[in-house]
């Protein structure tokens, strides 16, 4: 009886291991940084897909993808989200230096919208230009300058070796409100107290926002920090 019960438990593990291996279920805990203004987009409108590279995307039927980073930390997350580690944010995203915020994916329900994929900047980059991988720091930092000016530049040489990009591939342009906010897991917030005690308009700015933000993500875990050191290692 007990050997047909463990069997029983071998064959149930091993059915689930292969589900999640023809689903491609993600395992690994994914994160989103993103401003207070793109989070009151999701919050309205969801999770927008992006069709700008999909040349490097898995498969031509999922020409779309949104952008994920397994990195927890504010200074390796993908892309750089603020001023404090950013000096001004990206070209593609807005920053403030008084506020980060970081969402924690659900990545087995991510799984239902595409496929979930490490993705590699300085491979495609390089595969492109035609050129051999870049193998040194010196290679990498000398690439960055002649490519300074360019869009999108600073992104792709901020961290080259940290491999922390994942991407959704999907048909979908768009995952809608009620399916991104299942998405999110968590939301953990880091605020510069010290430069908001020192801006009248930057204290009633964040006070509103918290304050939307505990309304609107009600059944959502929410996290507050005033140590940046806590906030990257999420504690």
């Known amino acids: 009886m007990q050997n047909e019960y463990l069997r029983q438990v071998i064959y149930e593990s091993i059915d689930r291991y292969l589900k999640d291996i023809i ?48 990195n927890r930390n504010g200074v390796q997350g993908f892309p750089y989200m603020t001023s404090k580690y950013g000096y001004g944010g990206t070209v593609h995203n807005d920053a403030l230096d008084w506020i980060i915020i970081r969402l924690e994916i659900d990545t087995a329900r991510l799984g239902r919208y595409g496929k979930v994929k490490p993705f590699d900047y300085m491979y495609h980059f390089n ?39 994942e991407r959704l591939y999907s048909n979908l342009k768009r995952i809608d409100k009620d399916d991104a906010l299942k998405l999110i897991k968590r939301i953990d917030i880091y605020l510069d107290f010290e430069r908001i005690y020192s801006d009248s308009g930057i204290w009633k700015e964040s006070d509103n926002f918290l304050k939307w933000v505990k309304k609107t993500f009600n059944d959502t875990s929410i996290f507050i920090y005033d140590k940046i050191n806590e906030f990257n290692l999420q504690r």
């Open 23 to 70: 689903n491609e279920t993600h395992v690994r805990t994914l994160y989103h940084f993103l401003s207070p203004k793109q989070l009151r987009y999701i919050a309205r409108y969801g999770f927008r897909l992006s069709d700008s590279e999909k040349e490097w995307s898995v498969s031509p039927k999922l020409p779309n993808n949104l952008c994920f980073t397994r």
């Open 127 to 165: 595969r492109d230009e035609g050129n051999a991988l870049q193998s040194s720091r010196e290679d990498v930092a000398m690439l960055a300058t002649d490519n300074y000016d360019e869009m999108g530049d600073e992104e792709i040489y901020a961290q080259p070796y940290s491999q922390a990009e």
